[in-house]
């Protein structure tokens, strides 16, 4: 007989027949639903409109919800077999037991996913393993109209029937899917390859029918090459099960609730079949959500957890951007989160899962490191557009030298489908194999598929060891890590940030949410500052609960498809709302702790009014306020406070009683002229509102380029979505706005000019603010935006050469090329900082600052400012609203470090304070305190305290510093303002560390390397 040729694609046709022979319909079940269009309880299931179903009925539109019954009777022809239900609702299922509490989630077949990852759906629902006949069936099922990704997939039920599954059928399904595809992505000339073929090809010929008997022999001729094992492992890929699950993206937050509780309970019905499988889950704030709302299944997960089998991940309290997200909430989502699954669980989480996160600020790896996170587990750099990252593995470096391993799965994916060719490509794509033996596969379906199916677990039951491919151990990630810490002598380092080369446009988009989070976190820094001054001066009860329950629904907001920008509308629409309750709750805490304490001042001498003003800053600020209808001078120290005569007005605060100053001075300012000047700097703008000069007349130096305007407000066109935007917008040249009116504006010390602009159906107005002595000038910027596609930037073209910008992030400021002389300088043209920028030569620098703003550009000599985008998709209404938001730009002499470039970022970002002071007889008896108080001083100007708070576990004090400048710091002084019993270093998990021993007059003598975060846990003497 001649050799007859193999030909996969027949092998792949014989595949799909088997697959799609597994169930036999024996009858359809009888659907009833009752549909609202918010979720409702398991006991109210019965409340919403109800409607008989047969497939192809409509149920719903999109984000409505259903509870389904499924009824029906096993036919007498399926006695004896293995029964299953097979149902299909066009949308997201969670069934439930007899308490509502959920047992399996489904999804429907026809959703948005990468389908060469496999199918999303999840459809069967195992019955019966022998079925007796005439069993009756009767589910509840909470639904969901939406797809994986929010879609909507023409909400009609598609399928809800009792069929019988043939099991043999199925075991040989994933036999010859495991083998072919296993052969495929074998090398041509393989023996090994040779072989497998053949035996398809053989049972191929035996299953002309799929009698039992052929499908027991075509299982056994398999069943010689799944036997055969490989020798010893090169490479060893540890599996572990996964689910990734945004918070909020296309879909609400309250359907990611939902979302959870399918997924949870799918993992947990498919543990109950396959003993093997390891599932990880990461964010407290999913498990938390679980825990309040389906308490039976959160025990479950809490017993698997025990068992080995179920991993919490991630160690922050949900998985934030980077980028935008500030400092200390960093550090909260670490403190928060590690705390919830060591007292939830019992567990230390040394991990940080972030797996899709559009880039990871260079202050990361000390943040981690000091809370005894030692790991990074990522993927999202394989999505860079110019440039490959050159590691999987290796050891990331941030600003000040802390090191944390760093591994990005080689399938380059978190929704592995763990089939042979996930292998061969973690294999063939893994770039540190040379130097590591282990990677990481994370398999299942993510935002709602269930995490793992049946597919998954069945393939990897015949991937454990089988010849052709590197062997996989299902094992949580932790094991993983462990195992390849062994080997980090070897590993390479990256130093800086991780950038992503795609998404730049997150930094702007959704710009009313940005300065929420901006405003809220300087709030809430305030408010911890002010309720521990008023602990310790007052005995006022510091507000633990309260601020516990913000700052998580801070840090729920700050989830990489929220605060970047990339959700849909009715995300927004209910964040911006909770912002304002939540800044509107902090603000009145704040008023309240500085009340209390200014009952406890004197009232100041021979004034009707007096008022107290609070500094939270670690420095002695001296700033113009307006008293009783008059500008004076206020001088306040650091940290702390001083009480004034006068009463301040809204807004404002007062002068100091022992220092006060009239203004007075030479001001300037001319619409006509288009001319404004202090003492400081002389501003001239041109005919279109720009400026083309600005004269720093202390160093006789022109600040603008010879020949350049400045502050230029252009729009682009910007036809991209919330993420990205073209990287040639400014090829278009863009379009300025048009001046339609200047006028003077003047107040005390304050001068300035009142620019009103134009642009299509949308205004700006600007007030650029100079006053007295200041070199800050401020574009205090309202705009009523009403564009769509279109991105407003402003830019300013200094008189300054630097191959480098400075930027501040998190903790410190990160150093990025000017040129593009590389493509690697080229891919960051957009990039990330917080409250400024600056360009300096050795001697002479600009800065650019700002209160809400992070999308930057800079090159060569031109700093520019995105500050508005409005794309359509996902939100077609992004930002077509009013703004306000204030830029400044700051020249000075020497680099930023020596002009302290970050005090002057902090000061536009956080205002002084001020409440009223009692001035009756009734006061006298209250008052305790001096007229004046530096809580806390430091005699470094490079050193900044970011948080003042009470411990977490009660009565002590944190401080927590950091060095700004880079700069190695030997004994800086730190003298409080009340006496301390005992003094700690800690870790930012708040651990006491090294105990520290005052000086004699009481102060503390810290080092900081450069860029170090010091935590300090203070216990002050009782009775101060």
């Known amino acids: 007989m001649p050799y007859e040729p193999i030909r996969p694609a027949q092998l792949k046709t014989m595949v799909d027949r088997l697959r799609d022979a597994i169930y036999h319909p024996l009858a359809e079940l009888d659907v009833t639903a009752w549909v609202t269009t918010e979720p409702v309880s398991y006991e109210e299931r019965m409340s919403g409109n109800r409607a008989e179903l047969v497939p192809g009925d409509r149920w719903g539109r999109l984000w409505d919800c259903a509870w389904f019954r499924f009824a029906g009777r096993v036919p007498s022809s399926g006695r004896g077999a293995k029964v299953v239900l097979l149902l299909d609702v066009n949308g997201e299922l969670c069934i439930v037991d007899g308490e509502g509490s959920p047992v399996q989630g489904l999804t429907n077949v026809n959703s948005e996913f990468d389908l060469s990852l496999g199918l999303p759906g999840k459809r069967v629902v195992e019955i019966s393993d022998a079925s007796t006949g005439g069993e009756a069936i009767e589910l509840w099922a909470d639904a969901g109209c939406n797809d994986l990704f929010g879609m909507y997939r023409s909400g009609t039920l598609k399928e809800a029937s009792i069929a019988i599954c043939r099991e043999d059928i199925r075991q040989l399904y994933y036999d010859a899917e495991v083998l072919l595809e296993t052969a495929d992505r074998l090398p041509e000339g393989s023996a090994r390859k040779a072989r497998i073929y053949q035996a398809l090809q053989e049972i191929s010929r035996l299953l002309t029918t799929l009698e039992p008997e052929r499908i027991d022999r075509a299982r056994r001729l398999l069943g010689e090459q799944l036997a055969k094992r490989g020798g010893d492992a090169v490479l060893t890929i540890s599996a572990v099960g996964h689910a990734h699950i945004d918070l909020a993206w296309l879909w609400p937050i309250r359907e990611t609730i939902r979302k959870g509780a399918r997924t949870f309970s799918t993992a947990l019905r498919m543990m109950e079949r396959y003993p093997d499988?390891?599932?990880?889950?990461?964010?407290?704030?999913?498990?938390?959500?679980?825990?309040?709302?389906?308490?039976?299944?959160?025990?479950?997960?809490?017993?698997?957890?025990?068992?080995?089998?179920?991993?919490?991940?991630?160690?922050?309290?949900?998985?934030?951007?980077?980028?935008?997200?500030?400092?200390?909430?960093?550090?909260?989502?670490?403190?928060?989160?590690?705390?919830?699954?060591?007292?939830?669980?019992?567990?230390?989480?040394?991990?940080?899962?972030?797996?899709?996160?559009?880039?990871?600020?260079?202050?990361?790896?000390?943040?981690?490191?000091?809370?005894?996170?030692?790991?990074?587990?990522?993927?999202?750099?394989?999505?860079?557009?110019?440039?490959?990252?050159?590691?999987?593995?290796?050891?990331?470096?941030?600003?000040d030298g802390s090191q944390v391993l760093t591994h990005m799965p080689p399938e380059d994916t978190y929704n592995s489908p763990a089939a042979p060719r996930s292998i061969a490509k973690a294999e063939n794509d893994y770039l540190d194999k040379n130097v590591s033996e282990h990677c990481l596969m994370l398999f299942g379906i993510g935002d709602g598929g269930g995490g793992p199916g049946e597919e998954h677990l069945e393939r990897l039951a015949r991937e454990k060891n089988l010849l052709g491919l590197a062997p996989v151990v299902q094992e949580p990630s932790w094991r993983f890590f462990e195992r390849l810490d062994e080997g980090r002598a070897r590993y390479q380092a990256w130093r800086g940030e991780l950038y992503l080369e795609k998404h730049q446009g997150t930094l702007t988009s959704q710009a009313r949410n940005k300065r929420?989070?901006?405003?809220?976190?300087?709030?809430?820094?305030?408010?911890?500052f002010a309720a521990t001054l008023a602990a310790l001066e007052s005995g006022k009860s510091y507000p633990y609960e309260a601020l516990e329950e913000i700052w998580k629904e801070v840090l729920l907001y700050q989830f990489h498809d929220i605060l970047p920008g990339s959700s849909i509308k009715r995300v927004y629409?209910?964040?911006?709302?909770?912002?304002?309750?939540?800044?509107?709750?902090?603000?009145?805490?704040?008023?309240?702790?500085?009340?209390?304490?200014?009952?406890?001042m004197p009232a100041a001498e021979d004034a009707a009014e007096s008022t107290a003003v609070f500094n939270s800053l670690p420095w002695e600020r001296t700033e113009w306020m307006k008293t009783d209808g008059e500008w004076q001078q206020v001088r306040v120290p650091s940290m702390g406070y001083a009480v004034v005569p006068g009463r301040c007005e809204p807004g404002g605060s007062a002068p100091s009683m022992a220092e006060t100053k009239a203004f007075g001075g030479e001001m300037r300012s001319s619409a006509k002229g288009r001319l404004l000047e202090n003492d400081v700097l002389r501003l001239v703008f041109g005919e279109d509102g720009t400026l083309v000069s600005i004269v720093d007349k202390a160093c006789g130096r022109e600040t603008i380029a010879q020949g350049q305007k400045a502050n230029a407000l252009v729009v682009y066109p910007d036809a991209g979505d919330a993420w990205d935007f073209r990287q040639d917008y400014r090829l278009s040249g863009g379009e300025q706005l048009e001046l339609i009116g200047i006028s003077e504006l003047a107040d005390g010390p304050v001068f300035g000019l009142r620019m009103q602009y134009r642009y299509g159906e949308s205004t700006l107005t600007q007030e650029v603010r100079l006053t007295q002595s200041s070199r800050r000038i401020d574009f205090a910027t309202v705009v009523d935006w009403k564009e769509s596609g279109r991105m407003l930037r402003t830019s300013f073209p200094v008189n300054i050469r630097s191959d480098s910008v400075s930027c501040e992030i998190q903790f410190g400021y990160l150093r990025r090329p000017t040129h593009r002389n590389t493509m690697w300088d080229y891919a960051k043209d957009e990039i990330c900082a917080h409250h400024w920028i600056d360009l300096s030569e050795p001697d002479y620098g600009v800065a650019l600052l700002n209160d809400c703003k992070y999308g930057h550009r800079v090159e060569n000599h031109v700093m520019d400012l995105n500050l508005l985008r409005s794309p359509s998709h996902p939100d077609p209404e992004a930002d077509r609203a009013a703004h306000t938001f204030t830029y400044a730009l700051y020249p000075h002499s020497g680099d930023h470090v020596q002009a302290e470039v970050y005090k002057r970022g902090y000061e536009l970002n956080v205002p002084l304070r001020t409440a009223a002071v009692q001035a009756s007889d009734d006061n006298a008896d209250r008052v305790r305190l001096p007229w004046e108080r530096a809580l806390l001083q430091i005699d470094r100007s490079n050193v900044m305290v970011e948080t003042m708070k009470q411990a977490e576990d009660g009565g002590e004090v944190i401080v927590r510093l950091y060095e700004t400048s880079g700069t190695r710091t030997e004994k800086a002084e730190l003298r409080f303002g009340l006496e301390l019993e005992a003094a700690w270093t800690a870790d930012l998990m708040e651990a006491a560390l090294e105990r520290l021993v005052p000086e004699t007059d009481g102060s503390l003598r810290l080092s900081l390397a450069p860029f170090e975060i010091k935590t300090l846990r203070l216990a002050p003497r009782r009775g101060n």
């Open 277 to 399: 499988y390891v599932f990880g889950a990461s964010q407290p704030q999913l498990y938390d959500w679980i825990k309040s709302r389906y308490p039976k299944l959160y025990a479950r997960v809490k017993e698997r957890v025990r068992e080995g089998r179920w991993e919490p991940q991630g160690a922050m309290w949900v998985e934030p951007d980077t980028n935008v997200t500030g400092g200390e909430s960093l550090v909260r989502q670490l403190l928060y989160g590690k705390r919830y699954f060591r007292e939830e669980f019992g567990v230390d989480i040394r991990t940080l899962w972030m797996p899709d996160v559009f880039g990871y600020t260079a202050s990361l790896p000390q943040i981690l490191k000091k809370s005894g996170v030692d790991y990074m587990m990522t993927q999202k750099l394989s999505w860079n557009a110019y440039n490959r990252h050159p590691h999987h593995t290796f050891m990331w470096e941030g600003i």
């Open 573 to 600: 629409d209910e964040s911006l709302e909770r912002y304002a309750l939540l800044l509107e709750r902090v603000e009145q805490m704040i008023a309240e702790a500085y009340t209390e304490l200014a009952r406890l």
């Open 516 to 528: 929420f989070n901006r405003v809220i976190e300087k709030s809430l820094r305030e408010l911890e």
